[in-house]
């Protein structure tokens, strides 16, 4: 009886353990704004809808998108595994945005309280590690 309760807990702690290195995308808020001299674009996603605005005061109206259930798979997948303390790392694989070149862009996760930002890089040219999460967040804005 003894080994019994000692593999079921073992099974069960177990499981738990690793379901919250997971993080979960319900809860998050992810912010991609990308702005220069004449552009402004900042996408929201939160809990399948995403929101985007191209008014730098926020007053503008806001484009409202349902996120399909395939896209919201697709996205959750990417950020599932996400090392959130690593953004702040990341280096920017081009250096475009100095000379006018591209948007200045960044990627803010608001998660449990707490938020994470990555340093600014170049619109369309995020660091390799969240180049799938960024592309499809963009892609929600070209729709």
Do not use: H
């Not at 009886?1 to 319900?26: E, P, V």
């Not at 919201?72 to 081009?94: H, I, Q």
């Not at 449990?112 to 340093?119: L, N, S």
């Amino acid at each position: 009886m003894k080994l019994f309760t000692m593999i079921f807990l073992s099974i069960f702690l177990g499981k738990s353990c690793s379901s919250q290195t997971k993080n979960d995308l319900k809860t998050a808020v992810l912010e991609y704004t990308a702005n220069t001299r004449g552009f402004y674009q900042k996408i929201t996603v939160q809990n399948q809808l995403v929101l985007v605005s191209n008014e730098r005061s926020g007053m503008g109206l806001q484009e409202e998108i349902k996120i399909s259930d395939a896209d919201w798979k697709e996205l959750v997948g990417y950020f599932e595994n996400f090392e959130l303390d690593s953004l702040a790392t990341l280096k920017a694989p081009t250096e475009k945005r100095f000379y006018d070149g591209a948007a200045i862009a960044n990627l803010k996760i608001t998660y449990q309280g707490k938020t994470f930002g990555t340093p600014a890089f170049d619109n369309g040219f995020p660091p390799e590690k969240i180049k799938k999460l960024v592309d499809k967040i963009n892609s929600f804005a070209k729709n």
